[in-house]
């Protein structure tokens, strides 16, 4: 039977590190207030002088993971690619990736799931694989979220929060009746809560997607956040999931290694964690480094957590978990091969 295995991962993040320090004069906060909130101790940011898109930073992730895998560009049968911030707004930035690799007709899918892209994209390329669709999939999560923040004190509780980053991987399709890979999927979406986190324009339900009084006049064109609400259904949705995704996978919270949430807040992290009442240690928090890079997160920290040697080993479960814009949310257990 066909298993859907991570052959390998990479990461890539911009050139400019940006500290809570950096934000205090321009957004009117403190490291303190930062820190304290959401445990965030410096992002990532593309240099502003340069034009830097999510398929830029995909890329450089992509050659990473492809070198891992031992596989060639031409390998790759089908690309999926999730992302919030595409480079422009069509065609979709799976496209200008495969361009950027050289590719001429191989398939490429853009997910657009927010904080769950990374979820749903690997939920696809698992069935892509299992139903034969696919075998070699190029998945990759990327953001350039700096050039569309309000960097004004009016947008600082959303400004603080987010960073730019991308992280690939190579899932393969392998058959084995061994209990390993992608063993269940979870996804959910509630589509009422669009309102608590969205960026309107450029919107197609307007006479025209944006003009000049609309950018100059409004804060329509930035990411809007009822963050008290979204940290509470965070709460809610991440340990249903949690227990959702273990029931489907028959099994229990004791047999996972490690969690890697999504990396909106360490707060929320630690407060599922106890809900969960599991040690902190068997979370993987990274957002002290990275912010949030929302369908880069889990998979940068993927990388991060094999590279420091927590998990990777064969047998070693895993569990990825995330809420975010939609709302979105889901669970995905995977075993090591
Ligand atoms: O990945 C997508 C999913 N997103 C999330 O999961 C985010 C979930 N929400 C959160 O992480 C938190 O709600 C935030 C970090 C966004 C905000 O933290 P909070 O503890 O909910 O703060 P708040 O928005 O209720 O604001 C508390 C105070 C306010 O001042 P007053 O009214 O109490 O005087 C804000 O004006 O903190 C103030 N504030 C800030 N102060 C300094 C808001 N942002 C900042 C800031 N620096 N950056």
Redesign the pocket.
């Given at each position: 039977m066909k298993k859907s295995i991570i052959r390998s991962t990479g990461r890539a993040l911009p050139s400019r590190v940006v500290t809570n320090d950096d934000l205090v004069e321009l957004?009117d906060?403190?490291d303190e207030?930062?820190k304290q909130?959401?445990g965030i101790e410096q992002r990532y940011w593309v240099p502003e002088d340069q034009e830097i898109g999510a398929s830029d930073l995909g890329f450089d992730a992509s050659l990473i993971a492809l070198d891992r895998a031992g596989w060639t560009p031409e390998d790759i049968d089908f690309i999926i690619f999730a992302t919030l911030s595409p480079d422009i707004f069509f065609p979709g930035s799976g496209c200008l990736l495969q361009d950027k690799l050289g590719l001429r007709s191989t398939p490429a899918l853009d997910i657009r799931q927010q904080?769950t892209g990374f979820l749903y994209g690997l939920a696809t390329a698992d069935s892509y694989i299992k139903s034969g669709l696919a075998s070699k999939i190029l998945l990759v999560g990327a953001e350039v979220h700096s050039t569309g923040l309000d960097k004004t004190p009016r947008g600082?509780?959303v400004s603080?929060?987010f960073g730019d980053g991308a992280a690939a991987l190579c899932v393969e399709g392998v058959d084995t009746d061994e209990n390993i890979g992608v063993i269940a999927s979870c996804l959910h979406a509630d589509g009422k809560q669009a309102d608590l986190?969205f960026a309107e324009l450029p919107a197609s339900r307007l006479p025209e997607r944006i003009t000049v009084d609309l950018i100059q006049n409004s804060t329509r064109h930035y990411a809007s956040?009822n963050?008290?609400a979204?940290?509470k259904n965070?709460l809610k949705k991440l340990p249903e999931v949690t227990k959702e995704t273990l029931e489907k996978a028959n099994m229990k919270l004791e047999d996972v290694d490690l969690i890697i949430p999504?990396q909106?807040?360490l707060r929320?992290n630690q407060a599922y964690c106890d809900i969960l009442k599991l040690d902190q240690s068997k979370m993987f928090n990274n957002i002290q480094k990275y912010g949030?890079t929302?369908a880069a997160t889990i998979p940068l920290a993927l990388d991060e957590a094999m590279e420091q040697g927590l998990i990777g080993k064969k047998g070693d479960v895993v569990m990825f978990t995330s809420?975010?814009?939609g709302l979105t949310w889901g669970g995905i257990l995977y075993i090591f091969p």
């Open positions: 957004l906060t403190s207030w930062i909130r959401t904080c600082r509780d603080v929060i986190l956040m963050g008290r979204v940290f965070a999504h909106a807040n929320i949030n929302t809420l975010g814009a």
